[in-house]
């Protein structure tokens, strides 16, 4: 995983677990990796990991059973789209569109476009 300056590294490790969980790579009520094994995978110290899933855990994506390990939510996914849509159709969608309107592009030109590459 190549990370950022844009963000703290904990956000970026909480938003790569939150595409697994849309990808169904973590599905819900599966045990997903143990803090240590995704420290080693993402080549990142434990304790931000650990800060990541804390994170998670606030926004119910994640559970943990303690001695066990932790896991996705059963709202997990649902709520990740939620939230997700939300910033797209509220931040970057408006980003796009106030560009397209800087450029002249109109909406056909985009449609056009992606359905001829």
Known sequence: MQFTNEKAIYLQIGEYAMDRI???EWR???KIPSVRELAADLEVNPNTVM???DHLQQQEIIYNKRGIGFFASDKAKAHILKTRKHHFLNEELAIVFRT???LDISIDEVIDYYNHR
């Open 28 to 30: 819900s009520a599966e």
């Open 51 to 53: 800060r990541a899933y």
């Open 100 to 102: 397209m309107d800087l």
């Open 22 to 24: 849309l990808l169904e």
